[in-house]
């Protein structure tokens, strides 16, 4: 048995994210852990895990928005190249071409939006983390089957942390391959919801 220490925030937002970097950092170290994963739509939320996991041996992984939905600073691209961090530009792991037909039918509803949905009851932060660690590990980034530990939030920043076994995303189900949340390390009380 491990008793470890849990973050949980009265509210969802950026004003979480130097915290929620410290925890998971704390984590990672003392889990031993080689992979940190952040969602940054900007660079921003990514320069800041980079910088704090600077001085270690753990590899940062910034997943951003898919090209064209989100403005990626290039000042903040040349910082993360400098911290030796990994960017991963790819398409949403819960957005498919099912998920087109609710913009066109409003009444449809695809597996992926009740996916989406669960995990929202988490936080907004655990279905973005889910879905950047399928992301970096659908990209190469990070093997699959790694415990990673996935920072993520609501719009801005990171109120979420948690440990997660890497999967690909059609493997997201499976009962050997597929994505397990190992730990929670931070989490808001509070939810915002889309």
Known sequence: MAKREVHYFDESGSQNTGETTKAAKK??????????????????????????????????????????????????????EKLDATVVTSMHAFISPAESISKIYANHCSENTIIKQVLR???????????????????????????????????????TAIIIKSCHADSFFDKEKGIEFREIIALPRKKKFW
């Open 27 to 80: 984590a990672a170290l003392g889990l031993g852990l080689k992979y940190v994963v952040v969602a940054s739509g900007s660079g921003t939320t990514g320069v800041k895990v980079a910088e704090e996991f600077e001085d270690s041996k753990v590899k940062v992984v910034v997943v951003t928005e898919y090209a064209g939905s989100a403005e990626f600073s290039e000042k903040n691209r040349e910082k993360l």
């Open 121 to 159: 009851r988490f936080s907004q932060g655990t279905k973005v983390a889910a879905e950047i660690v399928m992301m970096a590990t659908d990209a190469g980034a990070i093997p699959a089957g790694e415990d990673v530990v996935a920072l993520a939030g609501a719009g801005e920043g990171a109120d």
